[in-house]
């Protein structure tokens, strides 16, 4: 075409990150982006803190509003536009225009996918109950709060420990309500291992939680499109709401017909320039597959700063650099009150699955020198090739000052340090930050005598 | 010798771990430990929050004492007495007993150095006075705290803004003394660049200190062995107390006569072993030379940091194990009242000395997401080669959750890391740990524009 559009669908972390930087490379490009709410480039992951009342208003989260971008940046944002299909023979879109209830066809240049990924739920009758709340969105987040607010509910069940039931947990339990988690396997936290995650779940009990482990949802105790209680394997729970924290699924059912080739649980495989198996469609974000660079092999992680980067490589792909994403690492962090939970890289379990001989230490220590006004406990554990030495994982659970510490451990992996190496980094120290020996370099002391 | 004597000058960071690394390897050697004060293993870099009243006793500074070295680990550790002189043909050393002031001969079969550093002070008049502090010894700083709670001095003079005098500024603040720094050049904290230094002359100027920058100490006022004011090329400042901070020397004077090689400012050369060019004579600590992992030259750094890991590597070698301490990078974090700065590898002046073509860039941001309560402002500014985008240096300033930031650029400068993959790399974010990018990560994609 000669006007040599793109389009963009969705209008969050990767697609605006996209269309920002394609319009920082190419001032005059046509950007159209079709986003089914009507907010765009809002902190998904902020919801949480929303919810809380941590975080006043919701506008808060909104880092530009399309307003913005079709002012300042002259970004065509649709808003309100749900795409329905893609045509990629006939480089086409279908896009169903909500307010007008108006279906339309939209021709591109180039396309990039940027939809996202929603709250995974089992297919369960009462899955759009009034009172079931995913909240992957920053609509679905207004909507909780509102319901919270408008119909004071007491009691909450949570299914799943993840990170975004564990931070909803802390919500709701700062809004007043008793909160019950259920979660399916041994361990809140399955990106932990069983050791680390049973620490999770005791400071989880800590607070207040009601913790039922290894209980599955069955099914939901239903009355006028109202959750009553939840039913699993073992007990029915009275539920006045009931919020999905089974992680994230990529939003590409529309895809399921188009010649876009789907990859690990169902995201759009892409390289490491974000580009499908169809030439001139792109994808990036919670939509697409992400590279683990420890263990080599395609993963499904939702997470906004992946978001944001394969978003950046993508767009400035379609600018005509040329850019790549190398992937991640798996590093992510959360905090559940005073507590703060931290990994990356591959887990005890990864290692087995992929038969590496791996050896692992666990240290306790301080954030602080010992005898510092603050010192919280950190604990932490490396996973290690018993061979080489070569970093494989790291996970850490403290209090105030635990938990960025993975960024060090993060940096080493990717660039295959050792324990060694660690042992040999000239980290920072003065009382107030460290020990002497920063507490992921104590636990490296231990694991080296076993290497 | 038949009894394969291990003899250590200084009971402190690196000499103790040094011993205790032996007595692990060694359970059966025989182990002397020559210490000038009643101390051992305590943490020098505690004591300006000692002299604050943040930490209540200077018994809390203290790790292991004498007592329990000697008999847990079965060390002779012999405190106050000074060790005069070496003799490396003959292997045996001169040390005063400073209770019975007795001089002994002591011979070795192997030994290491571990004297520390002090304070430095020019050699002016009245560098002795009874209110002239430098704070290099817990007994210097025992001393200190002693003078303030028994004289109540009203004002102090720092001299010299490096990490000691300004950790000493807050202390003395915290006690409520009027307190003036005088410092020699333009900016404190000279190890940043002048851009960053002033950001820190700012942020101490608003703590109510007065700060003299360009200001040379040219004589003391003295007063029957007390200062009354400090002189300078300027003016005259009246002092109940005077505080050296003017940063640390080798403790190697006792040293003059013998056939050890001094290097860079007269600290001991040493090669990775921690080995001295005398056969069976190591070095370790503030005593010793570091290797500079960036510019790749031996320098002078004083800390524990350091002092801990060559100790570490000393006593290792000296156990008949295989161990190199590869250097550092000049990591180093400061904490001044609400501010934090942090520094690792080189600054700009170095570069240019180097003839190293460089770009820089420096960015602001916020320490956890932008709507997440507390979030705090920093500063990154990043040093790279423009050839190669290679990390040459990095230097934070901010308030709570700044300065620990340096470690992910520390470990990227030692690892010869490139500012895009600083951007690449997968570091941990939630909304109350940091922005979606880090902001080491913001300060590499401004950077990346240059490269």
Redesign the interface.
Known sequence: MADNTLVIIGGD?AGMTAASKVRREQPDRKIIVFEKSQYTSY?A??IP?FISE??KSAE??VVRSPEEFRKKYKIDVRTMHLVLEVDTDNKKIKVLDKEKDEEIWQEYDQLLIATGGHSFCPDIEGQDAENAFGISTLKSGIKLEKYIEDKKPKSAVIIGGG?IGL?MAEALLIRGLKVTLINRSEQVMNTLDPDMGAMVSDAVRNLGVTLYLNEELKAFDLKDNMIKGVVTNKRTIKADIVIFGMGSAPNTAFLKGSKIKLGVKDAIAVNTKMETNIKDVWAAGDCAETFH?VSKKQVYIA????A??SGLVAGSNIAGEKSV???????????VCSY?V?R?GLLEKDLKAMKIDYVTATTKSKTR?H???GAKDITVKLLAEKKSGRLLGAQIIGEE?A??????L???L??N?TVQ?I????????????P???PVQTAARKLINDI
């Open positions: 972390a902190s992951c902020g803190y941590t975080v808060e989260l990170y931070e660079l997470l906004g700063t992946l944001n980067k994403f190398p992937g991640g690492v798996g590093t992510a962090v959360c905090k703060e931290a990356t020198a005898y510092y006004p000052g938990a960025k510490r993975i960024d060090v993060a940096t080493a990717t660039h340090l190496n042992i040999d980094l000239d980290l920072s120290y003065a009382p107030p930050f460290s002497v020996w920063d």
